[in-house]
Each structure stands twice: as C-alpha cells, then as structure tokens.
C-alpha cells in the first residue's frame, strides 16, 4: 500500500481482556517499531523489528505485551489482561533504512474501561 | 531530565505570525526529525536533519549540532498550521527514535 495502515483505529476494551492490535507497514521496509503515546505526551518506544527478527523489546512495559512479525511484513503486538493504564495510541512506524526516515501510521487508539 | 526537551508546551498565536518551537538534547545523536501530528493521531514527517538548515514552504528547520539545539520556524502561520509539533532524536548507534513531549500550536484567525 501507499502508507502504513493500522488497524483497529478505534478499540474499546474491558479490563482484562486480551487485544491485538496490527500494522501494515509499507511493501518493502525492513524495520518495524512500535511506539505507545499516553494522553498529552511524546510516544514512547516499545519494540523494534529488522524483518521478521524482533531486535529490542526493550521498551515493553510488561509481560503482558508481546509483538511478531512472523513474514517480516505484518506485524501484531497483543497485549493480555488491559489494564486502565494501557489505554493509550499505539502507533507503527516502518523505515526501508532508518537514515532514510520513517512512515508512521495514524495509530490505534486503545482505551481500557 | 528527559533526553529530548520542548519549549513550549504550548503556543497560542494570530494568524500570520511567526512561530519558533525548539528542542534541546542531551544526547549524541545521528538524526533530528520534526515530526506534525493532527487531532486523531497521524504523525506526518517534516524534517530530518544532521546538520545545517532545511525548509520547505513555510516550514524551516535549523540544528546546532555543537549546542545540541533545534528550532523549527513556521512563517506567516495559518489555522491549518494548528497541530501539535514534535521533535525525536534517533541516538547514535541507534535505531529507534526518542520522543520530546511535543508542542500543542493554536493558530487564531
């Protein structure tokens, strides 16, 4: 596609529940982050990926959360049990080569209730 | 102290004026990115910088690579240019990007 598509743009959650969130990143681009922004602030890094290997993770707040890429395109982060404090945008960002910048999706919106 | 700073926090201004966010970080970096992010969520790109100085349209960006410091410009601001604006660094060494708290820009008619 012509841009990074992340689906569902919109997700309601009950505590507990578990969510998969996913992106779409441009046909071609090697690396993959995800990034967490939590109301009025910066996004924060959660996990980057260089095709299909999962290169830092260093970012993830929790156990809870986890993110594959299992073909090196498409790539889900699942995150079990929400908690109140998870709602949050998740964005994705994709990059054919970092010096060469990033496309980032316009986010999953995810509120816990 | 967080490794990317903004100032402001947020910037309310007339039409037609011009706008100077900036950027601090404490950091050795490889990048400087200044990002535009809508109501909504969507990040669109709109510099990335090592060194000197970039525009397009309206739109400047300086670095001071020795001072560690940053200015995006914006001339004669419009509503449309209302958004919240942030400046990553990408870390040497690095790949991913760190975030400054943005900049939430108003621009009154």
């Known amino acids: 596609g012509a841009g990074v598509s992340q689906s569902p743009r919109y997700k309601v959650a009950k505590r507990g529940q578990d969510v998969a969130l996913r992106c779409d990143p441009i046909s071609g681009h090697v690396s993959l982050f995800w990034y967490q922004q939590a109301l009025g602030q910066g996004p924060e890094f959660l996990t980057y990926?260089?095709?299909?290997?999962?290169?830092?993770k260093s970012g993830l707040p929790s156990d809870r959360f986890f993110a594959e890429r299992p073909e090196g395109s498409v790539s889900t982060l699942k995150i079990q049990r929400t908690q109140q404090e998870d709602s949050a945008v998740y964005l994705c960002a994709s990059s054919p080569l970092v010096i060469r910048g990033y496309t980032f999706g316009s986010g999953t919106r995810l509120t816990v209730v | 102290k967080n490794e990317v700073e903004q100032s402001p926090q947020n910037l309310t201004a007339q039409e037609g004026e011009f706008i100077t966010i900036n950027c601090s970080y404490s950091?050795?970096?490889?990048?400087l990115h200044w990002l535009q992010q809508h109501p909504g969520g969507g990040i669109v790109s709109l510099f990335m910088l090592s060194s000197g100085k970039k525009k397009h349209g309206r739109l400047i960006a300086t670095i001071n690579i020795q001072e560690k410091h940053s200015s995006l410009h914006i001339t004669a601001s419009h509503p449309r240019d209302s958004a919240v604006y942030i400046c990553?660094?990408?870390?040497?060494?690095?790949?991913?990007?760190?975030f400054g708290q943005g900049t939430r820009l108003t621009i009154n008619p």
């Open positions: 990553a660094v990408r870390i040497q060494g690095a790949q991913k990007l760190v």
């Open positions: 950091v050795g970096i490889s990048a």
């Open positions: 990926f260089q095709n299909e290997a999962q290169l830092d």
